[in-house]
């Protein structure tokens, strides 16, 4: 059984782009919490999607948001790209109802040059 | 509002040595604690988890006491290795919906 996928490992981007990750969950998994590492620091919640829809947020701009598929794939989107969106993206699942379980994929390295 | 503070590092130990990672918490309503593990360039890993006051989470030799008195949550080891050498996290979760708040992380180094 596949935990959870992230695409891609390792992202180059200039200021001013737009970039988009991705996650697959955890097979019977239905929800995806996305998360900000910035270097040196601990995960920062970005948002969570259940059931095709945003279901909470952090403290996060507009320019973060994303998107839940039919199959709970989930994608991250980041508009304006600056250089303090560099970080590591991790991305969680989960199952509600299944409280405090969670489990991360090996997150997304995105540098904005 | 929630948060979660801990320890700051790096902590260098000799195997064998034992281990106390401090972290302490503020929380609305009643959290459930977490300690994640993090190898490097690996994702985060599940140490273990208390839900309720006065639980203890254990595995791998690693344990922690959800102390409500101090909100405090310390990580401790008797024995480590230098396979134990990563960056933890402690963590805690208020809601149904898997919301996480995570501490700035402590790096531990394990010198043979």
């Known amino acids: 059984d596949a935990g959870v996928t992230q695409s891609p490992t390792h992202l180059i981007k200039t200021r001013g782009q737009q970039v988009t990750l991705r996650c697959s969950p955890k097979?019977?998994?239905?929800?995806v919490s996305w998360y900000q590492q910035a270097l040196g620091q601990g995960p920062q919640f970005i948002f969570q999607?259940?059931?095709?829809?945003?279901?909470q947020r952090g403290n996060f701009p507009d320019r973060f948001s994303g998107h839940q598929f039919p199959n709970y794939s989930s994608e991250l989107n980041v508009n304006a790209l600056l250089l303090g969106d560099s970080a590591l993206y991790l991305c969680?699942?989960?199952?509600?109802?299944?409280?405090?379980?969670?489990?991360f994929g090996p997150g997304t390295r995105l540098t904005v040059t | 509002g929630d948060s979660v503070t801990q320890m700051e590092g790096p902590v260098t130990l000799s195997e064998e040595a034992f281990l106390t990672i401090n972290c302490t918490y503020t929380?609305?309503?009643?959290?459930?604690l977490f300690w994640y593990v993090q190898y490097p360039g690996e994702g985060l890993q599940l140490l273990l988890k208390?839900?309720?006051?006065?639980d203890k989470g254990s595995n791998k030799g690693f344990e922690a006491t959800y102390r409500k008195e101090t909100t405090s949550f310390h990580l401790e080891k008797g024995s480590v290795q230098v396979s134990d050498s990563a960056v933890y996290f402690c963590?805690?979760?208020?809601?149904?919906?898997?919301?996480?708040?995570f501490g700035s992380g402590t790096k531990l180094n394990v010198k043979p």
């Open positions: 929380a609305t309503g009643y959290p459930s």
């Open positions: 969680a699942s989960s199952v509600t109802g299944v409280i405090h379980e969670q489990y």
């Open positions: 097979s019977g998994h239905d929800t």
């Open positions: 999607y259940y059931e095709e829809e945003e279901r």
């Open positions: 963590a805690l979760s208020t809601s149904n919906f898997n919301k996480f708040y």
């Open positions: 208390a839900t309720k006051a006065d």
